[in-house]
């Protein structure tokens, strides 16, 4: 994909100026033809960069008169409260609500799919490495049907210490280990941290993976009120931590999935330090933290990890392709135990992504694909919010995450997400519900949002989403 269209990008500016005021509802946007000289575009660029505008509900033609701002610009809801998860641990059982989520409706190419957090196939890298693959394959010839066992693909380790310095990270490629994607650097750091019967804190909500990994485990969850901006609550953690038996605390560090939540670097480095002054692990999930919307990737919590408590876990399935499955972990103290967990469990990651991916880093192509993925993100997102804005009832809550591409939306309380999911996929439409994303029923009115795919052509989903809610809404 190229780069954003010069009338899209017009089209952009002319957004933010709106947003900040610089033209009042009902006022007369600037005429075609003197923005056109002011700009220096063309005038067909300005007048495809109006429409646009017309279409997103910001400017309305009048005949002869030329484009006004409309006069009910949706007003930004607040975002979500800090979240009020039960206080008690529970054990963890979700498997059968999952499977059909996930399995069944994330793979029909019939439904508009706002559901599953993939990221959106045009943003991978996949083209890419596949010819690197190729070329490595021909190279290597049998050697490239080999194990590549435990800790993994040496440059490819070198490569993520290399990339781990913007994330703060001093670190050695004998500290890496290649995984089978975050999913199982996870799971693996948690079964190194803990044995059946064990509390993990963990932030609320939080992505169903974790619930699953932990289902397998056998442990069980302490949820964590979690701000939408800020991340977990050190207040509350620490009560939690002076009031309960607690093997272990996960976070999704940066851009929680679903709340976007990016922990501050400060506050992360408080994190580390209450956990270390309990003696407790803390698994760091930091997949999303490469597609940030500023120009600083915010750091890892593992960046302020000085006594090897921090087993910070990545992959590159949200930036360059999750079907390579290729990610990592840097444990700590526990290296050894999560690589014997990692080759009693799977053996090896494969070998031919690892080579490629280390191809791809050595010779600069995932630095320039973040580059360019991030702004397309931070796009989707804003466009997304925009029409969610737009078009659900005007008492939602919505986040305004500033990386990844989820929003996490909280609907009147009346309505039921899950009779939501399945009225929407009556109309075509893939979300889902809030249940997943906590052991209790916290989130029984809340819906996860993914922008990754979005388009001008999905407003028409968002809209029939909308009015389905108001529905609902006074239904209830
Ligand atoms: C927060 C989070 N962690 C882990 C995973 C799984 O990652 P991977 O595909 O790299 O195993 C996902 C995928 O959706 C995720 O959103």
């Known amino acids: ?26 006022a007369a946007a600037p005429s075609v033809r003197k923005l056109s ?10 007048l495809k960069a109006y429409y646009l505008l017309e279409a997103r509900g910001l400017l309305i033609p009048r005949p002869r008169s030329g484009f006004y701002v409309s006069s009910q610009l949706p007003s930004a809801p607040r975002e979500p409260a800090l979240s009020d998860p039960e206080p008690d641990p529970s054990t963890v059982g979700m498997r059968e609500l999952i499977t059909m989520i996930v399995l ?6 019939k439904l508009t799919q ?43 380790r070198q490569q993520i210490v290399r990339h781990a310095v913007v994330a703060g990270c001093t670190l050695d490629a004998d500290e890496i280990i290649i995984t089978s994607g975050c999913g199982e650097a996870v799971s693996s750091c948690l079964q190194a941290v803990c044995r059946p019967g064990d509390t993990v804190a963990v932030e609320s909500p939080i992505c169903f993976d974790v619930f699953q990994y932990m289902e397998n485990l056998g442990l069980k969850a ?16 620490g009560f939690a931590l002076e009031n309960n038996s607690v093997q272990a605390c996960l976070v999704i560090s940066n851009f929680n999935n679903p709340l976007g939540s990016c922990i501050p670097d400060e506050r992360k480095k408080a994190l580390v330090k209450l956990l270390a002054t309990h003696d407790i692990p803390l698994i760091e999930n930091d997949i999303f933290g490469d597609i940030h919307f500023s120009t600083k990737r915010p750091l890892s919590a593992k960046a302020f990890d000085t006594h090897g408590l921090v087993l910070w876990c990545a992959s590159f399935s949200k930036t360059l392709s999750p ?49 360019r993925i991030r702004r397309v993100y931070q796009d989707r997102v804003a466009e997304l919010r925009r029409a969610v804005i737009r078009f659900f ?26 009779a939501l999911y399945r009225t929407a996929l009556d109309e075509g439409i893939a979300i889902t519900p809030g ?24 407003t028409p989903a968002i809209r029939r989403l909308g009015r389905v809610i108001d529905r609902m809404s006074k239904a209830g």
């Open 104 to 109: 069944r409706d994330t793979l029909n190419p």
């Open 323 to 371: 079907g390579l499955r290729v990610g990592w972990a840097a444990p700590g103290r526990y290296r050894s135990t999560v690589a014997w967990l990692k080759y009693s469990t799977s053996l090896a990651t494969a070998t031919l992504p690892q080579v490629a991916v280390a191809e791809f880093m050595a010779e600069g192509g995932y630095r320039k694909h973040l580059r």
């Open 435 to 458: 249940h997943l994303f906590s052991t209790g029923d916290r989130y029984g009115n809340f819906i996860r949002l993914n922008a990754a795919n979005w388009s001008d052509e999905a």
């Open 222 to 237: 302490l949820e964590i009120p979690t701000h939408p901006r800020d991340g977990i609550s050190l207040e509350a953690l």
């Open 114 to 156: 706002l559901g599953a957090a993939h990221p959106a196939q045009e943003l991978t890298a996949t083209r890419q490495l596949n010819r690197i693959m190729a070329s490595a394959a021909r190279r290597m010839g049998d050697r490239a049907g080999l194990y590549m066992a435990p800790p993994g693909n040496k440059p490819l």
């Open 393 to 418: 009832p005007s008492d939602i809550r919505v986040t305004d995450p500033a990386g990844g591409y989820l929003l996490w939306i909280e609907l009147p309380e009346s309505i039921d997400a899950l």
């Open 37 to 46: 000289q002011q700009w220096k575009v063309s005038i067909t660029t300005i």
């Open 1 to 26: 994909m190229g780069k954003t269209p010069k009338y899209q990008q017009v089209a952009d500016q002319l957004t933010r100026l709106i947003e900040e005021g610089a033209f009042g509802p009902g």
